[in-house]
């Protein structure tokens, strides 16, 4: 493991001394508030008495709630809520997932809170958002790409839509954004004394992600249509092709002297200068295929070796961390007895590290209750308030 993942004894890193308070959700929150727990905040998730979960392991094993400590508060007592209140006051941000009007009945809504800390950054994380004819139906990841369009684009033409993970939706449109508007927002808190609302919907943060793409639909250079472009496996250049044994290599070469380069390599006797005509494509393709099926995968790697013709072998999430580009910058790691990914992005001067395992609910109730200096905390652990 690289010094810049090694093991945290305490917090460091650009955020540290940020305290944030996550009320318990799925996905995309508690990816949200992971991140900044890996940029140094200490995180405090607060947790329901026996909440069932979707997450098919022990809570011990979900790696989105690793850097964070865990309080148990029973939210349907008042002075539970009055418990995290008094935690508000002596946090930076807080962070729900709830739908829209679900924390305002639990006395949570952010008037209540900023009566009590008016820097407060109140960061809310939903499918829908707020507002809109939808925010208050369910939904997951692939329902909220659905509506974007970025479902539409991606997978094979002849084909239904491929589903992405939730990558696309929960982490990139939803989780990444979240952090990116409490980033922004405890700037203005730190300018002006004053919080506000981080409203951060994942069909918003989709279509942002979209941006490059309107621009080539904008300009005529997009066939609104599955697999009949640059870059969605369309082009013979952009897409994967199979190998002998049965493995697949990606292949990138999208600027003309990389591709020239890709069919040398290959041995393809084909005139670079129809990279771009779309009538070619499929004789292109027809070629490249070809090619790639004469030898392993492995071999292709020797092959493209130090080459920039832009090809890279598929693996597996498993073999992903022996890759040896991925091992010399330890971007995946084994910490605490789990293969997970290391924090991101690295910094010049401040120091980003794994903090402790994900916790077990309520491993630091007491702990963190009486650090953060809520009185009587053993009254409260023995009449259920807390646990």
């Known amino acids: ?53 979707v997450f098919p392991g022990r809570p011990e094993q979900d790696l989105l709630n690793r850097g964070k400590r865990s309080v148990i508060l029973d939210l349907k007592q008042p002075e539970a809520v009055e418990v995290v209140l008094q935690l508000l006051e002596r946090a930076d941000v807080v962070v729900e997932g709830y739908r829209p009007g679900v924390a305002e009945r639990l006395g949570l809504g952010p008037d209540t809170c900023w009566k009590r800390n008016p820097r407060l950054v109140y960061g809310r994380m939903t499918g829908w958002g707020q507002t ?68 951060a919907a994942i069909v918003d943060g989709t279509a942002h992600l979209l941006t490059g793409i309107h621009a080539f639909l904008n300009a005529g250079a997009w066939n609104d249509r599955r697999s009949a472009n640059m870059l969605d496996g369309g082009a013979p250049f952009y897409t994967t092709f199979e190998t002998s044994d049965g493995r697949h290599v990606a292949v990138g070469a999208i600027e003309s002297k990389f591709y020239s380069e890709l069919l040398a390599r290959l041995g393809i006797d084909e005139d670079p200068a129809r990279q771009h005509d779309r009538r070619a494509w499929p004789a292109i393709r027809i070629k490249i295929a070809a090619a790639f099926a004469t030898r392993t995968m492995a071999q292709w790697c020797e092959v493209f070796e130090g080459s920039d013709a832009c090809v890279a072998p598929v693996v597996s999430l498993r073999e992903a961390a022996a890759h040896p580009h991925i ?27 794994l903090g402790n395992p994900p916790p077990s609910p309520g491993q630091h109730t007491r ?8 009185a009587d905390v053993d009254n409260l652990i023995e009449r259920g308030v807390a646990s």
């Open 1 to 53: 493991m690289t010094d810049e993942v090694a093991a945290a004894t305490e917090h460091s890193g650009p955020l540290a001394g940020v305290r944030v308070v996550e009320l318990a959700g799925l996905g995309p929150g508690p990816f949200a508030t992971m991140m900044l727990a890996d940029l140094g905040a200490d995180v405090v998730r607060i947790d329901r008495p026996a909440a069932a979960g």
């Open 132 to 199: 809109g004819p939808l925010a208050q139906s369910a939904g997951h990841d692939i329902d909220y790409i659905a509506v974007t369009g970025a479902l539409h684009a991606i997978g094979d033409g002849q084909g239904p839509p491929q589903v992405p993970l939730n990558l696309v939706g929960d982490f990139g449109g939803g989780g990444m954004y979240l952090v990116v508007g409490i980033l922004a927002a405890l700037r203005v808190a730190e300018q002006t004394g004053r919080g506000q609302v981080v409203d």
């Open 327 to 353: 091992e010399a910058r330890g971007s995946i790691v084994d910490h605490g007895g789990a293969l997970q990914s290391a924090p991101a992005p690295r910094f010049s001067m401040s120091r980003t590290a």
């Open 367 to 374: 702990a963190v209750l009486t650090e953060w200096g809520i």
